[in-house]
């Protein structure tokens, strides 16, 4: 099972045809997920409790199957859809790798990792998202996470994995780093989420979340400055030094069409996959009033983002949003 895609417009030889398109440099995003629906327990279809200022509106109808959505300043929830239930996540898996590395004690943003064949032999062999990482390139931790988090590129979660993860082969050491997401998940109190990989490509289906366990991943992991730098960029465009000394430029264009298109939005993650469809991690701060939500498998996740937001901001503006236009061959997820 694969996401859909769209034909891949840059050369990169061998790329299974569910590639999807790409940035200049930079190819595709939005890892995709594989494996059976997950069971869990039955919710109530919407649990919210209205704001005081848009008592008398009538409550947002959405489109996802999955929502959740809260008060960042006092954690309180606002609104929830099938709130507990387990669903994959695609590449909303990432905002937990980035978390991840982000709080290893002793990070180094500027440490320079070699970009290695296999983390283009894997993009390949899953038909997977990509940064298009060139093999020899010597890249910082800081730039990776722009890779990971705007192109949604699976080769900057291995080599982050990799780079983070202990062990003597590059195996363990990425199933050390999985390790560490699913510790971190149980420090935070989550019962409902569990992964197996670290970019949301799951074989086994066996990396899933909920809308409220995954609010409460985005808003520990939206505490750090540097995150919240990454995510809420449009575009990012950097250099690396090349195996043969050279120069080479990266541009990567960030899939989240509600930033530059929802007042206020500043993050967070999208997210497709066949398994989990349309997913999205966002926030953004109207009226004085800074939410974290999540969009699971919503077929118009960004109206459906922007419509709680307007209803606990007490705003009126997702009837007439249009969405931000992603330049030509930048990938969509």
């Avoid at 995003?29 to 997950?38: E, Q, S």
């Amino acid at each position: 099972m694969r996401h859909r895609s769209v034909p891949l417009i840059t050369s990169f030889p061998g790329v299974r045809r569910n590639v999807r398109r790409s940035t200049v440099v930079a190819l595709t995003a939005g890892a995709m997920l594989t494996g059976t629906a997950l069971v869990a327990p039955a919710t109530q279809a919407a649990e919210s409790a209205p704001a005081a200022t848009a008592a008398a509106a009538a409550l947002p109808t959405l489109s996802a199957k999955g929502a959740f959505l809260l008060d960042n300043t006092t954690g309180a929830k606002r609104y929830g859809k099938a709130a507990d239930t387990r669903r994959q996540m695609a590449s909303t898996t990432k905002i937990m790798t980035a978390a991840v590395v982000l709080n290893t004690k002793g990070i180094d943003l500027n440490r320079k990792i070699t970009v290695k064949q296999t983390y283009r032999d894997y993009v390949v062999r899953e038909g997977a998202s990509t940064a298009d990482l060139r093999t020899g390139d010597k890249v910082t931790i800081r730039q990776l996470l722009y890779g990971l988090m705007l192109p949604s590129g699976c080769d900057a979660a291995y080599a982050l994995a990799d780079a983070i993860g202990t062990g003597t082969t590059v195996a363990a050491r990425t199933k050390s780093f999985i390790g560490k997401m699913n510790t971190k998940a149980k420090d935070l109190g989550l019962t409902n989420t569990k992964f197996d990989s670290f970019d949301g490509i799951s074989a086994a289906g066996n990396n899933y979340t909920t809308p409220r366990d995954l609010a409460t991943i985005a808003q520990y992991a939206m505490k750090n400055t540097t995150l919240r730098a990454v995510v809420k960029s449009t575009s990012y465009k950097t250099t690396a030094t090349t195996k043969s000394g050279g120069t080479r430029t990266y541009t990567w264009y960030n899939t989240n069409q509600l930033l530059g298109s929802y007042t206020g939005a500043f993050g967070v993650k999208t997210g497709t996959g066949t398994a989990a469809g349309p997913c999205l991690i966002f926030a953004a701060t109207r009226n004085g009033k800074t939410h974290i939500g999540v969009i699971l498998n919503g077929t118009d996740r960004y109206k459906d983002a922007a419509k709680l937001l307007d209803y606990y901001s007490g705003v009126s503006t997702a009837k007439t949003m249009q969405l931000r236009t992603l330049p030509p061959g930048a990938q969509r997820d």
